[in-house]
């Protein structure tokens, strides 16, 4: 934008904008987490993706006034937009997500922040080319405005009449400087640019927060004000984000959805300092698909104490002074972390950067038909899977942010790679999308899980892998293994040792592991629980990773080389009394 | 990915209270916010002396915001949001007042913010603030720690000012209750209806009205026993509207509204004729000729004029600016030295609070430091006398005059309050005009430039930039010596280097008129005034407007497909079937 966004007419000092609090909400798009139960209101036949969306499209589509208003301006620019000596699009897009949050903060018992935003923005991408070669490059990958909040055909179409426009103009430069780019490189791409899909119709209902404000504050100051009970607890705090979002999409090959999700959570906080200054901290969190599904206050009470208790038990546990390396278990809960961040994140079927010639990005990019981890695992991401052990899981969907229906994936089996969650970018050797195309509000579609669920073909209980545990390190003649009950990344947060003369279990601080990678998984694992857990997680999209308890035969564990921060100058103020 | 993000003024983070405002209105919980900052605050001094190196000056500034604001476009509302908000800053200087850790390019150090609890739980309060006074400590003590080395090595600074200066502290409640909020929906009624005004242009592309109500009490305690509570006010509103001409030239209007209350705003029947103007100015923008290079003689208005001297001569006043090593330092030099003509003076007078009748958006009883308000005369029959100080002291001014000014979270700079412009030199406004066109004549100039209204601008001066300054014109017009009737042009940039062009100044018409806006720079946004009367200019230099190469949309917007008001790029496919609006 020119200077014009500098000031209000206002004279302005230097390089000062205005648009600072747009950018904000706008940035609020980072999407909560939660799963709707969408029902499909209506299935249409598919229709060729080449065949131009002119037709008539079904009864809940036009029945809905802005999916209507949305294909009505679609339909005119695909019909009409054309500049001279540029190709026409081939293909459009256009999402409107509708985004309703509410999120509040206690601290030290005392609310201070309240507050509940509804906003809508739109996305509309544009392509000139066609599915071999197209624009969805640098600039020309999405176009992206706020959207008008009531539901008004004439503001909706002006708007997407001006972004339509933009993103045409936008597309046109992007194709050239791709091909400018791509120039540099001999090798063709050997897979399109954009995949086919089958047109889709279906609209499923809208969703809605469900909730009553007070109770909530009243758990959020409760729970926090807890920090009475320990003087050396630095920092409580606690918040809860409840959000509902509603995307409509339509295109040109005349798919037309609506899907919702909700996902309410609550984040507990807490840092305290051992007495050489070390900093820990614990920030459990709670999520699920109403407000039910989150703990009670009188739970989330029990749960911040015991919470509290921990870190005054990490605060007296003695550091971790001498390496190890060898068996450690971890729970299902650390597990979960492994699954997401370790498995999760490196089956995605993301493209490289022109001129790189890797499948994907992510560390399996080379493992396609390899294997990845032990032979009795495997793993599969079901969407359509919409609770298991009573929980709802909040990554269920049936339908992605690109307008392709998703189903139950097997990705890895018997420790084989077999499959790449996509979108419609093809990779090498994967040609189709298989509706893992997904996005928050506002962002641009990008390969995602959905649930993640890691499936052994044989496991034991709990209380068995410890029992393994042990005597493995029996067998290696250690006095003790390890447990590891919670993490932090890929770091433990909760870690014991468990005693091999009497099984007993000790708390320490100040542990890293060392190497704990992609590898570790393929050569290390040797067994799991039969204890699923299900972990929801409200990342930009809401997911759900299902796992066990898994135990490695050989893992290394040593002193952290973080240096200990200072305490606090002085001490805290005195708690006066009401 | 290509993101636009439309313009919206002083937006905050907003939301939709839900939390009762009874907290944040009634007197005994103001108190009670206060008592709890000075006990903290006193419990921090004293254990903080202990360590070293210690800080030598703290305070705790609080401010309560109840802000609402309400946006829409094209008839819908695109955004409604109130919110509460209760935010603490922590200032501290450690060292002393000769050299501290806020020196030079560490003034960012001295400050600590966190958001507090919105009710009177004061042991949270208090509880929040040592922590942010401890993160703050520990910031400004490592500053501090390396501000000695930096000076140690670094060649002899041109002023050597100690850091802080000494002023006396002051105690003054004002316990004014907070004013209940608006109403949300009112207002989204209000900018739903103004907005859709545009939808009859076609040739208006994008437009917003805005509506913007905060009522704000700010709390200051320091460690010298200044004890201050504040109330503050504003309500904004903005009409804005943009197209694009043929050749790709963005053009934009821009009509904004401001005062005390609400209620001072202009009725719904006047703003929806500012639509309609906004609307015409734009369609005549998009017809008129692109303006060429020129330097001349050129008249500006007295809006126009006030914008103009608050970038070319108020940034320049700023006092923090004379002694920063990286800034122009236009005017350092010239204390008692005649840097406009001798028939203008400038003063900066906070303690005004309207002007022939118009609200002053500058006006403050105490500064963010705690320093009285003080008009400051800057510029005397044109001998530059005085700076805007805060309490950062340069050479030759020792003492703060009271414009040491901030947005929470931010460290005070010396800033503007109310510039106001005055004229020993004067005639008739109508007569300006004829003397305008006396002095195209004299020097053999085909027209003039009259400059109506502008949009704002910025100014660069820094020292490694030109000093140059743009003020940005919206409607200017060509005054012909030849008795045609006035031209509008578009693109038209004023440019120059601000000594050169304040004097070129010769004259000025007899009434002040005032702009009243808000002010980006260094210490965040501050609401501001500038009066000044219109103005003769011996010569203007002007350039052409940097253009979008973006060319109009393609096709018409929904709805007006017969009439075209844009030609649509390919004439043979207009006829082209479509679905109906």
Not at chain 1, 298 to 308: D, F, I, S, V
Not at chain 2, 298 to 317: P, Q
Not at chain 2, 469 to 482: G, K, L, S, W
Request: charged share 25%; with cysteine.
């Amino acid at each position: 934008m020119s200077a014009f966004v500098r000031a209000s007419a206002v004279t302005a000092g230097p390089s000062r904008r205005f648009a600072i609090t747009v950018a904000l909400l706008l940035a609020l798009f980072l999407a909560g987490t939660g799963p709707a139960a969408v029902a499909q209101a209506q299935q249409a036949q598919p229709k060729s993706s080449a065949a131009a969306a002119t037709g008539a499209s079904s009864a809940a589509v036009q029945s809905d006034p802005l999916l209507k208003a949305m294909r009505e301006e679609l339909d005119r620019s695909k019909s009409q937009l054309k500049m001279d000596n540029v190709p026409a699009p081939y293909y459009v897009e256009y999402r409107l997500s509708d985004v309703d949050e509410y999120s509040a903060e206690a601290v030290f018992g005392a609310l201070r922040q309240d507050q509940r935003i509804h906003v809508r923005n739109l996305r509309v991408v544009v392509r000139v080319g066609d599915y071999k070669q197209d624009s969805y490059y640098g600039p020309g990958t999405g176009f992206v405005n706020i959207a008008p909040r009531d539901d008004d055909s004439v503001a909706l179409r002006r708007e997407l009449w001006l972004a339509t426009d933009r993103a045409y103009k936008i597309a046109s430069e992007a194709l050239a400087s791709k091909k400018a780019v791509l120039s540099q490189y001999t090798a063709d791409q050997p897979f399109n640019d954009f995949a086919r899909a089958p047109a889709l119709e279906s609209v499923g209902p809208f969703v809605k927060l469900d909730f009553t404000p007070a109770p909530w504050k009243e758990t959020l100051e409760k729970v926090t004000d807890l920090y009475r009970t320990d003087a050396k607890i630095q920092s409580l705090s606690a918040y809860v984000r409840f959000r509902a979002v509603n995307d409509y999409f339509v295109n040109t090959e005349g798919t037309s959805t609506r899907q919702g999700y909700i996902v309410y959570s609550l984040n507990l906080s807490a840092e305290t300092q051992a007495d050489d200054g070390m900093e820990l901290g614990r920030s459990p969190f709670y999520v699920g698909a109403s407000a039910s599904e989150l703990p009670s206050q009188e739970k989330l009470l029990a749960e911040t104490a015991k919470m509290l208790q921990s870190l005054k038990d990490l605060r007296e546990a003695p550091m971790v002074e001498e390496d190890y390396r060898g068996p450690i278990l971890f729970s299902n809960d650390a597990a979960s972390d492994i699954l997401d961040g370790m498995i999760g994140g490196n089956i995605l079927g993301i493209r490289p950067k022109p001129g790189d010639s890797a499948r994907t990005t992510g560390e399996f990019s080379s493992n396609y038909k390899g294997r990845v981890l032990p032979t009795f695992l495997s793993v599969v991401d079901d969407p359509t899977m919409k609770s298991f052990d009573g929980k709802s899981l909040i990554g269920s969907y049936q339908i992605d942010q690109e307008g392709v229906r998703v189903a139950s994936l097997p990705v890895i089996k018997d420790g084989i790679l077999i499959e790449y969650l996509l979108g419609r970018m093809p990779i090498r050797d994967f040609a189709d999308s298989n509706g893992h195309g997904r996005a928050a509000p506002g962002q641009s579609p990008s390969p995602n899980i959905g649930n993640l669920i890691l499936q052994p073909k044989e496991s034991s209980s709990p209380d068995e892998l410890k029992k393994k545990l042990i005597e493995m390190c029996k067998q290696e003649g250690k006095p003790y293994g390890y447990y590891a009950e919670t993490l932090v990344g890929n770091n433990p947060r909760l870690l014991y040792r468990v005693y091999v003369s009497d099984s007993h279990e000790e708390l320490v601080r100040g542990a890293v592991f060392n190497e704990l990678d992609t590898r570790t998984l393929r050569n290390n694992l040797v067994a799991a629980g039969n204890d699923p857990l299900v972990s929801n997680r409200e990342g930009a999209v809401p997911t759900t990773v299902i796992s066990p308890s898994i135990l490695f035969d050989e893992l290394e564990v040593k002193r952290t080389d973080k240096k200990n921060a200072k305490l606090p100058e002085y001490p805290p103020p005195t708690i006066a009394a009401h | 990915m290509q993101k636009r993000f439309p313009w919206f003024p002083v937006f905050a983070v907003l939301a939709l209270a839900t939390f009762p405002l009874s907290a944040l209105t009634s007197s005994p919980t103001a108190n009670i916010v206060l008592t709890t900052m000075q006990q903290e605050l006193q419990r921090a001094t004293k254990a903080l002396a202990k360590t070293d190196p210690a800080p030598y000056y703290m305070s705790y500034a609080v401010t309560d915001t109840d802000e609402t604001a309400v946006a829409a476009s094209n008839g819908s509302v695109i955004y409604s949001a109130s919110v509460d908000r209760r935010q603490a800053d922590v200032m501290m200087r450690v060292g002393s007042v000769a050299l501290d850790n806020t020196h030079s390019q560490s003034r960012a150090s001295g400050i600590t913010s966190g958001l507090l609890p919105l009710n009177d739980d004061t042991n949270a309060i208090a509880r929040v603030l040592w922590q942010l006074t401890d993160r703050e400590y520990e910031q400004a003590s490592a500053a501090y720690l390396k501000v000695k080395t930096n000076n140690a090595v670094r060649s002899e600074e041109e002023d050597k000012s100690p850091d802080f200066s000494s002023e006396a502290p002051q105690d003054h409640l004002n316990l004014v209750p907070l004013r209940p909020p608006s109403d949300q929906q009112i207002w989204e009624g209000r900018t739903r209806k103004l907005s859709a005004g545009f939808l009859k242009y076609p040739e208006v592309y994008t437009s917003y009205v805005s509506f913007n109500i905060s009522a704000d009490r700010s709390y200051l305690a320091t460690s010298e026993g200044t004890a201050l509570i504040r109330p503050g006010a504003i309500a904004r509103l903005v009409i804005q509207a943009e197209t694009r001409a043929d050749d790709g030239m963005e053009l934009m209007r821009v009509e904004s509204f401001q005062a005390a209350t609400a209620s001072q705003l202009p009725s719904d029947a006047e703003l929806a004729a500012k639509v309609d103007k906004i609307a015409a100015d734009l369609k005549a923008l998009r017809a008129a000729p692109a303006a060429d290079p020129y330097a001349g003689p050129a008249m500006l208005s007295g809006r126009a004029a006030a914008v103009f001297f608050h970038e070319v001569l108020g940034h320049r006043l700023e006092g923090h600016r004379q002694r920063d090593e990286n800034e122009g330092q236009t005017f350092t030099k010239k204390v008692n030295q005649l840097v406009l003509p001798a028939f203008l003076s400038v003063a900066d007078d906070p303690t005004m609070k309207e002007l022939n009748g118009v609200q002053l958006a500058g006006h403050y009883d105490f500064d963010d430091e705690g320093v009285p308000a003080a008009r400051v005369v800057a510029v005397e029959n044109g001998v530059l006398k005085n700076f805007l100080m805060s309490r950062m002291p340069i050479k030759n001014f020792s003492t703060s005059n009271g414009h040491g000014r901030r947005q929470p979270g931010l460290m005070p700079t010396g800033r503007q309050g109310n510039l106001i412009v005055t004229s020993s030199n004067t005639v008739k406004d109508s007569e300006l005009r004829e003397r305008f066109i006396a002095e195209i004549k004299k020097q053999g100039k085909p027209y003039g430039l009259y400059f109506d209204d502008i949009q704002g601008g910025f100014t660069l001066t820094g020292r490694a930039s030109p000093q140059a300054f743009q003020v940005i014109p919206v409607m200017v017009y060509r005054v012909y010596a030849d008795g045609r009737p006035d031209e509008l042009v578009r693109g038209v940039d004023i440019v120059g280097t601000p000594l050169l062009s304040l004097n070129n100044i010769v004259l000025t018409g007899d009434t002040l008129q005032v702009f009243n806006g808000i002010c980006g720079a260094e210490s965040g946004q501050v609401p501001v005034a500038a009066a000044a009367p219109s103005m003769l200019f011996t010569e203007i230099e002007v350039q052409k407007r940097r253009r979008g190469s973006e060319r109009p949309p393609i096709l018409p917007p929904p709805g007006f497909e017969s009439t075209a008001a844009t030609p649509p790029a390919n004439a043979a496919k207009t006829a082209a079937p479509g679905a109906k609006p």
